[in-house]
């Protein structure tokens, strides 16, 4: 099942550079809005033009009413909705959902700082990282997010944790990159050299991340700790859009009582969606 997982992925510094240079690459586009209607109330959405092979792609599966009759199928308070599984359109009730797509998926477009997930944030859902280690996004699947306020000292302890994960994949690449010279020390048992080499690789990585440290912007923790949101999945999944109008009904649908699955008990369904302004 396609899970936002709660935790910041290992991976994520062996991956960044990539997938910020993969959005680099890609011509900016003109925003785009989207009105959903749903049984529970209207939402219009803003598609970011610097995140093209998304808003591309939403764009086309609104025109071709691919979400037409979708449900959220996944519900949790004070984090996000879920939606855009095609197997969920005659789903019975009860059924496992959260598998279906339209048979691809979609390169990540990170533009972060610029885009995190605060509250309305429309983002991509996707596998994780075990087999999925470039962070592709689903083909349909998306979350708004609704999130919640944070204090100070939560942000504090994020970062924390945050910089902990980043020296902790960096250390494991320099690791993967000695692999040879530290199997041949450990054949010919030269403590001294894995000693040296270890206190180098350890001086490295606290020198990368003292350069490049993965913490929270000024403007994240102005927005997390007024408006709140979901900042552990920040620089994981692809924001590529947020709520304009109908956050009252985003707030309504996550409220609604949902199974051992956070499928809602009762249906909320995406009637139909249009392309406003392309």
């Not at 910041?8 to 690459?25: H, K, R």
């Not at 306020?149 to 902990?164: F, G, H, I, K, S």
């Not at 947020?242 to 909320?268: A, C, H, Y």
Request: charged share 25%; no cysteine; aromatic share 8%.
């Amino acid at each position: 099942m396609k899970k936002i997982y709660l935790y910041v992925s290992l991976l994520f510094t062996l991956t960044f550079a990539m997938t910020q240079a993969i959005a680099a690459e890609t011509e900016p586009k003109k925003d785009v809005e989207v009105e959903m209607e749903t049984t529970m109330g209207n939402i219009r959405l803003l598609l970011y033009g610097d995140t093209p092979k998304h808003l591309d792609n939403f764009v086309k599966l609104v025109n071709e009413g691919f979400y037409d009759g979708v449900l959220f199928h996944r519900v949790i308070n004070d984090f996000m909705i879920q939606g855009g599984d095609p197997d969920s359109k005659d789903a019975p009730a009860g059924k496992l959902l959260g598998e279906g797509d339209p048979g691809y998926r979609i390169d990540a477009e990170f533009v972060y700082p610029k885009h995190f997930h605060k509250r309305g944030a429309l983002a991509a859902a996707r596998e994780g990282d075990m087999t999925n280690p470039q962070k592709q996004s689903s083909g349909s699947q998306f979350y708004i997010v609704t999130g919640k306020v944070l204090t100070p000292e939560q942000l504090d302890q994020l970062n924390a944790r945050r910089l902990l994960e980043q020296k902790k994949a960096y250390f494991g690449q320099l690791n993967a990159a000695h692999r040879d010279t530290i199997v041949a020390m450990r054949r010919s048992r030269d403590r001294e050299g894995l000693q040296a080499l270890q206190e180098e690789m350890v001086a490295e990585t606290e020198a990368y991340v003292k350069a490049h440290p993965d913490t929270l912007t000024a403007e994240q923790r102005e927005v997390y700790t007024t408006i709140g949101g979901t900042p552990h999945l920040d620089g994981s999944y692809t924001v590529f859009g947020e709520v304009l109008s109908g956050m009252d009904v985003v707030d309504k649908i996550q409220k609604s009582e949902t199974d051992r699955n956070d499928r809602p008990l009762q249906d909320v369904r995406i009637l139909k969606m249009k392309v406003i302004n392309q």
